[in-house]
């Protein structure tokens, strides 16, 4: 992991990506909306050393309230749909920035 700073803003990367799946990946620093589709990270369990399963499969989707339209939230919405009937089995993981939770947990209370 390498640490550099982005037109001001503290930003980590990652050195050597050995997962090509993470190529298509985006992070920045901004508060501006970087991922625009549904984007599956498979993960090769056994070759890390588990033995319970073979392969699990994490999904980078685009998050709520996109920052360049309501059009674009609405189609991020529909992508992240069909991408959950699509798959066998659906564990949510959510990540909130500590500044969006809001000071009574609107966000979290709104999303659920």
């Known amino acids: 992991m390498i640490s550099k700073t982005v037109n001001g803003l ?29 984007t599956p990270i498979t993960i090769n369990l056994k ?3 588990y033995i319970d399963n073979e392969f699990v499969t994490l999904v980078d989707t685009p998050g709520s309230e996109d920052t360049e339209s309501p059009e674009i939230d609405m ?11 699509q798959a066998k089995t659906v564990r949510p993981v959510i990540i909130f920035s500590y500044k969006n ?12």
Do not use: C, M, Q
């Open 75 to 85: 189609s991020n919405s529909l992508g992240i749909i069909k991408a959950i009937f």
């Open 47 to 49: 070759a890390l050393g």
């Open 10 to 38: 503290p930003h980590i990367e990652s050195e050597k990506v050995e997962n090509l799946d993470l190529l298509k990946v985006k992070t920045s620093p901004f508060s501006k909306s970087e991922t625009r589709f549904v």
């Open 101 to 112: 939770f809001g000071g009574r947990y609107e966000k979290l209370k709104a999303l659920i």
